[in-house]
């Protein structure tokens, strides 16, 4: 699987942006896929994920203003982002796993997940 992500830029605070995904290979309905970020000088953390049964679930600093949603025919997920924050600013990762859980659950920690995109870099400034 292949993943290449796209959609970011320069955003003024309270902007918005659209980040895409899109993933080659087979079964992508199969998997979970999620969003991670990486400020600078800083480690990778977990933003969003939605699972195969379209279970989403966010990190609380962007939960009310980020959107994940995912479209199984064009092999795509998205991140929508609204009313970004200076401390937005970062390099947005997409990531699949393959793994299936029991109920409405999402892994949020990088171990997980088997696949990554290389970046798309996402800059909130005035």
């Known amino acids: 699987v292949q993943l290449q992500a796209s959609g970011g830029g320069l955003v003024q605070p309270g902007g918005s942006l659209r980040l895409s995904c899109s993933a080659s290979?087979?079964?992508?309905?199969?998997?979970?896929m999620a969003w991670f970020r990486q400020g600078p000088g800083k480690e990778r953390w977990f933003v969003a994920a939605i699972s195969q049964i379209e279970f989403t679930s966010y990190a609380d600093s962007v939960k009310g203003r980020f959107t994940i949603s995912r479209d199984n025919a064009k092999n795509t997920v998205y991140l929508q982002m609204n009313n970004l924050k200076l401390e937005d600013t970062a390099v947005y990762y997409c990531a699949a796993d393959s793994h299936w859980y029991s109920g409405n659950y999402v892994a949020k920690t990088k171990p997980n997940y088997e696949y990554w995109g290389q970046g798309t870099l996402v800059t909130v400034s005035s």
């Open positions: 290979g087979h079964n992508f309905g199969g998997k979970t």
